[in-house]
């Protein structure tokens, strides 16, 4: 009889970021709105990769999600997915941080990821960023740079 074994493949395995922050130990998370069954918690819970949980805006147009930092952190790693299963759009991310408690923010990253489901319907992004002293980290999403009613989406969200 033949052995075998089952393993996933490893582009679909979610990995954590080395030094990965456990953000409900740290920062508290405001954010403009959420659906009730995929609420922005899901953006931070481990769960990872093409199928997995998700947070979607309640409402449609721009929205951000905003880590509020108990105490200053140094930030070197970000890492983003994005899962979009019905539209095709264009969905643009803008990451800026704030040392001085959110009175003023400086933009680090800005990146538009395509969607174009069933092709392309997932995206991943990793960010390196040099940022010391952090107390507010700041997502801004705009659904669709096509200007049509769309609604953010957020598989996951991890910093380190």
């Known amino acids: 009889m033949l052995r ?7 582009s679909q395995v979610p990995v954590a970021l080395p030094g990965e922050i456990q953000i409900a130990n740290v920062a508290t998370v405001q954010v403009t709105s959420e659906e009730a069954e995929h609420p922005i ?28 930092f108990d105490r200053p952190q140094t930030i070197r790693l970000i890492g983003i997915e994005v899962e ?11 990451l800026s941080i704030s040392a001085d408690g959110g009175r003023t923010y400086r933009e680090l990253v800005r990146q538009e990821f395509n969607f ?3 092709g392309t319907s997932f995206e991943r992004e990793l960010w390196s960023v040099s940022a010391d002293a952090v107390t507010h980290l700041r997502l801004d999403i705009k659904p669709d740079k096509g200007g049509r009613v769309g609604r953010a989406t957020l598989t996951s969200f991890a910093v380190a």
């Open 41 to 68: 918690d899901h953006a931070f819970d481990q769960s990872r990769g093409p199928g997995a949980t998700r947070w979607v805006a309640d409402a449609p147009g721009e929205q951000s999600v905003t880590l509020l």
């Open 84 to 94: 979009e299963l019905a539209l095709s759009r264009t969905q643009e991310l803008a």
């Open 4 to 10: 075998k074994q089952i393993v996933p493949n490893r």
């Open 116 to 118: 174009s489901p069933p």
